[in-house]
């Protein structure tokens, strides 16, 4: 796949790249975020002087940067390794967990119950918390200024190799374990652990993981959560009462004045549209409001034998499905879920009417957000 924009923004692929776009730019944001992402990764290697010998066991492992662009426009850097070097042994899972969806829903609906309160919080650099199970080597490149050159022992989990999901869930295992959470046989991205109010009645307190977005219920939830701040970094600006939940809006006062937790992915659904119309409006288009159903009358994706789309439309269509995908999992199923099923399996062959009838599905939502305020949100 070429992706080479996202959201319009043009990708670099080397750091010599991004100081281009830069200076064409006439700004410095991808440098600070190169110089961000640099600072933050460099805990995950001991540094050797470039003529020192290589331990026993370690294998070479070039890495690489990885630029992305947020919805909010904020460009994001990733150093990353390529695994495709290294020998794959590994058996069993390797995957970090992520809590799911019904589990969530159903944690809201305790806290309703029990009158018990909701802290969220992001661990920073949630990978660079946990030490790694294997034996790989680096040269410090360009971005890494006056260590330029030096050998890099890996000692943190990073992303990109075959065991940094599990080192670190490994890693929070052991962290949960230390502080009496016990995992949910429902669920082993649910930790709980019996606790007392200050009347005494016994209740469980939860934390959900959703890899490193973290919820926790309890009475004392800061408190809770600062427990956790003990093993790994947290992002303090992201503490308190959730708002964005996994891309959903979080509300606690529905527009008809009850009191109730509620999800709701109009949030989520209007930045991507925003997004859409910038790319139509780009090539003089624009998205309908007079659309009824999210996909055209008797339309066969499997029968469609317009052109194949270019390696640009291609990589655009892909990240159309994905986004879609997240939002049907969100909460916005009944309407939209078939027709987007439909067609994400053509995202290996894409063509032009395959994309047609994805900006068909967001002139259906579009037109749905402009007639209704507010559709499919889940009451707590």
Same mark, same amino acid.
């Given at each position: ?19 281009? %776009?830069? !200076?064409?730019?006439?700004?410095? @944001? @991808? ?16 540094? %050797? ?7 026993? *066991?370690? $294998? ?33 899972? $390797? ?8 589990? &969530? ?7 309703? @119950? ?6 969220? &919080? ?5 990978? %660079? ?8 080597? +680096? ?15 890996? &000692? ?15 890693? /929070? #295992? ?13 669920? @082993? +991205?649910?930790?709980?652990?019996? &606790? ?22 309890? !009475? ?5 959560? #600062? ?6 970094? /947290?992002?303090?600006?992201?503490? *308190?009462?959730?708002?964005?939940? /996994? ?26 549209? !925003? ?5 139509? /409006? ?6 309908? #409001?007079?659309?009824? %159903? ?13 052109r194949e789309l270019d390696p640009k439309e291609e990589a655009y269509f892909q990240s159309l499905i994905g986004i879609l995908q997240w939002a049907v999992e969100l909460g916005r199923t009944l309407d939209i879920a078939v027709e987007v099923s439909m067609l994400s399996f053509h995202v290996a062959l894409p063509r032009e009417g395959h994309l047609q009838q994805v900006f068909h599905i967001f002139e259906y939502v579009h037109m749905c957000i402009f007639n209704i305020s507010s559709r499919l949100i889940y009451c707590f």
């Open positions: 796949m070429d992706k080479t924009r996202t959201y319009r923004v043009e990708l670099p692929k080397t750091a010599k790249e991004a100081l281009n %776009l830069d !200076k064409i730019n006439g700004n410095i @944001l @991808l440098a600070d975020a190169i110089s961000k992402e640099i600072k933050n990764v460099s805990v995950a290697f001991d540094f %050797l002087d470039p003529n020192a010998n290589i331990p026993p *066991g370690y $294998t070479f492992m070039p890495r690489r940067l990885i630029f992305d662009t947020k919805m909010d426009f904020t460009h994001k850097v990733r150093y990353v390794a390529q695994s495709c070097f290294a020998e794959n042994n590994m058996s069993g899972s $390797t995957y970090a967990g992520v809590v799911s969806r019904e589990c &969530v829903r159903i944690a809201f609906t305790n806290v309703v @119950l029990h009158d018990l309160n909701i802290y969220a &919080v992001d661990i920073q650099n949630v990978y %660079l918390q946990a030490p790694t199970s294997e034996k790989h080597w +680096d040269i410090a490149g360009p971005e890494f200024g006056s260590k330029e050159s030096c050998k890099m022992l890996i &000692v943190r989990t990073l992303y990109g190799t075959a065991t940094t999901g599990r080192d670190f869930r490994n890693r /929070l #295992r052991e962290c949960m374990n230390h502080s009496q959470y016990d995992f949910c046989a429902a669920d @082993l +991205d649910v930790w709980m652990q019996k &606790v007392r109010r200050d009347d005494g009645a016994k209740y469980y307190e939860y934390l959900l993981l959703y890899t490193d977005d973290c919820i926790c219920i309890s !009475k004392p939830a800061e408190e809770a959560l #600062r427990e956790i701040g003990k093993y790994f970094s /947290l992002t303090e600006k992201s503490i *308190g009462p959730p708002k964005i939940y /996994l891309g959903c809006k979080v509300s606690v006062i529905l527009p008809s004045g009850v009191w109730a937790y509620s999800f709701s992915s109009s949030q989520y659904v209007q930045e991507t549209i !925003k997004n859409v119309e910038a790319y139509l /409006l780009e090539r003089e288009m624009k998205l309908s #409001r007079k659309v009824n %159903l999210p996909i055209s009358p008797g339309y066969r994706p499997e029968l469609d034998q317009s």
